[in-house]
C-alpha cells in the first residue's frame, strides 16, 4: 500500500509538476504583492500626500462618535487591489494572445 502512495506522489510531484508549478506560483505572487506595495506605497499614492493636510495620505481619517474611520488605509488597499486587478488583466490578455496565434488557422475556402 505504501508502495502505491509513494508511485503517486511521484507522479503527481515529479511528472505532473503540480507541485512544482504551484510552488512558482507562490513565488511569484510573493514577489508580485512586494511590487504592488512598492508601487502603491512608495510612487503613487505620495503624489497624493499635498493634497491631504496633516501628514500623509495613510493618516487621513473621518471623525466619527468618538472614533476615527481610517480612510488612508483603504484608500492605500483599495489602490492596490486596483493594481493587482490591472496585471492580472494584462497577463490574461497576453495568454489569450498567445492562445489565439498557437491555434492552427481555418481555411475560409472550407465555409461552403
Do not use: C, H
Not at 514577489?31 to 506605497?41: A, D, E, F, P, R
Not at 481619517?61 to 488583466?89: M, R
Amino acid at each position: 500500500m505504501f508502495n502505491r502512495w509513494w508511485k503517486e506522489f511521484k507522479e503527481f510531484f515529479l511528472k505532473n509538476n503540480n507541485a512544482l508549478t504551484l510552488a512558482v506560483g507562490v513565488l511569484v505572487g510573493q514577489q508580485s504583492t512586494k511590487i504592488v506595495n512598492s508601487l502603491s506605497g512608495d510612487l503613487l499614492m505620495p503624489l497624493l500626500n499635498p493634497l491631504v493636510p496633516n501628514g500623509g495620505y495613510k493618516d487621513l481619517v473621518i471623525p466619527y462618535f468618538g472614533g476615527e474611520i481610517a480612510i488612508g488605509k483603504l484608500l492605500d488597499t483599495a489602490l492596490e487591489g486596483v493594481i493587482v486587478a490591472w496585471a492580472l488583466f494584462i497577463v490574461f490578455k497576453a495568454v489569450k494572445r498567445i492562445e489565439r496565434f498557437n491555434q492552427p488557422k481555418q481555411d475560409s475556402s472550407d465555409n461552403t
